[in-house]
């Protein structure tokens, strides 16, 4: 299988903490390719409103030329990662604030290890009714979800969505975001996927392992739904056809989960 579409992913040089250099940022064009990736959306991170919209679609101008000048076979589009504030309505509201290819869809990152704002909630439902779906990347980072996983669902009902990391289902990026993830597919909250590619190596390398990991929980060919059909609907600006959270989703204890992998 191939012609993926990856919805996250810091492929912009000199940007954020992704490649430093142009010649980097074509060395993670070329893993992305041979992982089996043939749209990339360029999702620099954005706090308050910088880097500009404009910045980041002239730097993913230069990189797409090049790519075309070195035929790698990779479509960039834009889009950002937006560290969560009270006031990224109003600016998504006066075209100051890039969503996944233009899209109703916003990637909203939360903090990782503090408490989420007391805000959140009212954002969230007030960015749906609007017509706008948060996309919260990588939640099984967030400590706020490792601790109380039921506040999953109720951010859910208030209209967001979530995108997980490929490698953490591997537990790549640890047991904790392992344990999360694996929770979140059996309840339905697994929503998307993506690499959240920094470089040419690291959690792009998962991809496949994660994947059959992911066919082992749901079936074979599930994976298709990830990797291309959910993403595909994204960039297109189409209405997604999601399963309702499970509330019978028993979240495993600590000791329950490490010695279910010991086994």
Request: charged content about 20%.
């Amino acid at each position: 299988m191939s012609g993926y579409i990856d919805l996250h992913n810091h492929i912009l040089h000199n940007i954020d903490d992704g490649p430093g250099t142009l010649n980097e940022a074509v060395m993670l064009a070329r893993a992305m390719v041979a992982a089996g990736y043939d749209t990339v959306v360029a999702t620099p991170h954005v706090s308050e409103g910088k880097p500009a919209p404009a910045v980041i679609k002239k730097r993913l101008l230069e990189i797409q030329k090049e790519l075309f000048k070195e035929q790698i076979p990779l479509i960039l589009l834009p889009g950002s990662e937006h560290h969560i504030d009270p006031l990224i309505a109003d600016r998504l509201f006066d075209d100051d604030t890039l969503t996944i290819n233009f899209s109703r869809y916003l990637l909203l990152e939360l903090p990782f290890f503090q408490p989420l704002p007391p805000y959140t909630e009212e954002l969230l439902f007030s960015l749906s009714v609007k017509g706008i779906c948060p996309v919260i990347p990588h939640p099984e980072r967030v400590s706020a979800f490792q601790q109380d996983p039921a506040l999953l669902h109720k951010l859910a009902a208030s209209g967001a969505i979530y995108q997980l990391t490929w490698g953490a289902l591997t537990g790549r990026l640890g047991p904790e975001p392992e344990r999360i993830t694996r929770y979140m597919v059996e309840a339905n909250l697994a929503h998307l996927f993506a690499t959240d590619a920094h470089n040419f190596a690291g959690r792009l390398m998962e991809v496949n392992n994660s994947v059959k990991v992911l066919e082992d929980m749901l079936g074979p060919g599930s994976s298709e739904t990830y990797l291309i059909s959910r993403s595909r609907a994204i960039i297109e600006n189409k209405a997604l056809d999601l399963l309702p959270a499970s509330s019978s989703a028993q979240h495993p204890s600590k000791r329950f989960f490490f010695f279910k992998r010991s086994r």
